[in-house]
Every structure is written in structure tokens, then in C-alpha cells.
């Protein structure tokens, strides 16, 4: 089986240190909020219309998405150094998360609210919502 390393801008190398515990295939899996770019190609044309397309600025966001996403895979793979798979998506990040997470063994993540003491706070909204619909058994690391 699979585990899903989820590998969010702050605190993945906690996940991938934590993944390194397991011997099972291993996913890498980063996701691109979409409403960044969205919001760009939205304003753009809002402004100068649609007749302009070949300098819509979320264009630009979207590549500059995908750069950061291959970037910090790579990083993490580099940090695992196991074999595995890497894979970058874009949408609603709790949602994409939770369908990788469909038919994974595991999936590791990362507490991302307020750590300072235990607690529901200690998960930001889109790690709760993964945590209450992941349909795999979920390990949650605290960072460090």
C-alpha cells in the first residue's frame, strides 16, 4: 500500500522525517490552493477584458504554482531518500488531499495551527477537515 506524505509549505520536512519510519511506497503529494491564480485571471479581465489574454498575470501565478511545487517535492524527496512517487495538484487543498488519501495505507501530516499547546486550535482548517474525512488511518506529527 501507500503512504501519502503531504508536503505543505511549512512544515514538510516534519512529514517526510516522520515518514521515513515506514517501508511501504511512498507518495509525495503538494497542493495548489487555486484561488490565487483565480483570483488573478478574474481581476484581469475584470479590468482590461477578456480580448488581452496573452498578459493575464494568473498565468504567470500558475507557473510560478508549479515551479514552487516541483521545487519543494524535490526537496522532499531529497530528504526521504527513499524511491518514491511525486505528484502536485491544484484545487481546494483538503479535498485534493483527501482524494490522494482514497486508497493510501497512511497519511502523514502535519499539525499547522496553533501549536503552542495541544488542542482542536492546533489544526488549521484545511488539516481538520483532511483529519475528519480521510478515509485512511491519518498520522498526525506536531512540529518541531
Known amino acids: 500500500m501507500t503512504v501519502v506524505v ?31 491564480p483565480g483570483a488573478a ?24 504554482a508549479a515551479g514552487h511545487a516541483a521545487q519543494l517535492l524535490d526537496a522532499a524527496a531529497e530528504r526521504l531518500g527513499l524511491p518514491c512517487a511525486k505528484e502536485a495538484r491544484i484545487g481546494r487543498v483538503e479535498h485534493e488531499v483527501v482524494a490522494a488519501a482514497r486508497e493510501a495505507s497512511l497519511l502523514i501530516l502535519c499539525r499547522d495551527g496553533d501549536v503552542s499547546h495541544a488542542g482542536p486550535r492546533s489544526l488549521g482548517p484545511a488539516t481538520r477537515f483532511v483529519v475528519d474525512h480521510a478515509l485512511c488511518p491519518v498520522l498526525l506529527v506536531w512540529p518541531s
Do not use: M
Not at 41 to 64: C, E, I, M, N, Y
Open 6 to 36: 503531504w508536503i505543505a509549505d511549512d512544515t514538510w520536512q516534519d512529514c517526510v522525517d516522520a515518514a521515513r519510519a515506514h517501508s511501504d511506497d511512498f507518495l509525495l503529494l503538494h497542493v495548489s490552493d487555486h484561488d490565487v
Open 41 to 64: 485571471h478574474g481581476a484581469f479581465a475584470g479590468l482590461f477584458g477578456r480580448g488581452h489574454s496573452s498578459r493575464d498575470p494568473g498565468t504567470r501565478v500558475d507557473d510560478l
